[in-house]
């Protein structure tokens, strides 16, 4: 169980929920809850139901497992510290059984090394406790929005060896191996493949891709693109390329031909 003051959300709950929800879009997405400290379980559950989504409370791994099963969900918020288990190899788990759900991890655990870990799990993003309601929501409808868009494009994007499923979070390297993205992931390659040819400066990457959330810098744009360059580098014919434009940002180039 994570250490932290919880009685922020009781105030938040009831000071948020009534304007917030007027200019809110019904929603339909299953969530599962992992939240081992009931009362802020069960106020994340009373207002996301409240704007339309079904939503079911786990307060164990156990329990988890069982509802992930049970309710299919669209959307899993993660808490990390529970009784009966960890919930970095919880998600790591239902990542295994599936990869079309949305991960986001609430946790009251905010160093570096965490974060990275819950990223590369595949997290779509990390909300460090306290939080208010209608951040995580507005971070929720930021993640459907890149969703929405990736179902535009086409389905299997192939540029020699190298393969790109934005609708299912992937890429396949040179040597055929299936690459699983975050979001963030996703999200930084596909505003490049769109720019394509195109400088892209970080501000307009930070801007695009975590909107009003303040955490991420330079640097941390920076970090991403290290797997992304990784992935296209294993094609030694450089179908793909990821540029860096010094003092800019970074451009995606395909090989003529």
């Known amino acids: 169980m994570e250490d932290y003051d919880s009685s922020w959300v009781r105030t938040k709950v009831f000071c948020l929920s009534f304007n917030f929800r007027k200019g809110i879009k019904m929603k339909t997405d299953a969530i599962l809850i992992v939240e081992d400290e009931k009362n802020l379980g069960e106020t994340l559950q009373e207002y996301l139901e409240g704007i339309g989504h079904n939503c079911k409370l786990a307060q164990t791994a156990a329990s988890a497992r069982s509802l992930f099963k049970e309710i299919n969900p669209g959307i899993v918020l993660m808490d990390i510290g529970l009784p009966d288990g960890n919930g970095l190899n919880l998600a790591r788990e239902f990542r295994s059984i599936r990869k079309d759900f949305v991960l986001l991890f609430l946790s009251a655990l905010n160093d570096p090394e965490t974060k990275v870990e819950g990223l590369e799990i595949g997290a779509e993003d990390y909300i460090t406790k306290p939080f208010a309601l209608k951040e995580l929501v507005l971070r929720l409808?930021?993640?459907?929005?890149?969703?929405?868009?990736?179902?535009?494009?086409?389905?299997?994007?192939?540029?020699?060896?190298?393969?790109?499923?934005?609708?299912?979070?992937?890429?396949?390297?040179?040597?055929?191996?299936?690459?699983?993205?975050?979001?963030?992931?996703?999200?930084?390659?596909?505003?490049?493949?769109?720019?394509?040819?195109?400088?892209?400066?970080?501000?307009?990457?930070?801007?695009?891709?975590?909107?009003?959330?303040?955490?991420?810098?330079?640097?941390?744009?920076?970090?991403?693109?290290?797997k992304?360059?990784?992935?296209a580098e294993s094609d030694a014919e450089k179908s793909l390329e990821i540029v860096s434009i010094r003092g800019v940002g970074y451009k995606l180039v395909l090989k003529e031909g």
Not at 150 to 156: F, M
Not at 199 to 206: D, L
């Open 141 to 226: 409808d930021r993640v459907k929005k890149f969703q929405r868009g990736a179902a535009e494009q086409p389905e299997q994007i192939i540029h020699g060896p190298l393969k790109i499923w934005f609708s299912k979070f992937e890429v396949q390297d040179a040597e055929g191996s299936i690459i699983p993205l975050s979001q963030k992931e996703c999200a930084i390659l596909e505003l490049l493949y769109k720019n394509k040819g195109e400088a892209v400066n970080r501000e307009t990457i930070i801007e695009e891709v975590w909107g009003a959330d303040k955490f991420p810098s330079n640097r941390t744009v920076d970090n991403y693109i290290v």
């Open 228 to 231: 992304l360059r990784k992935w």
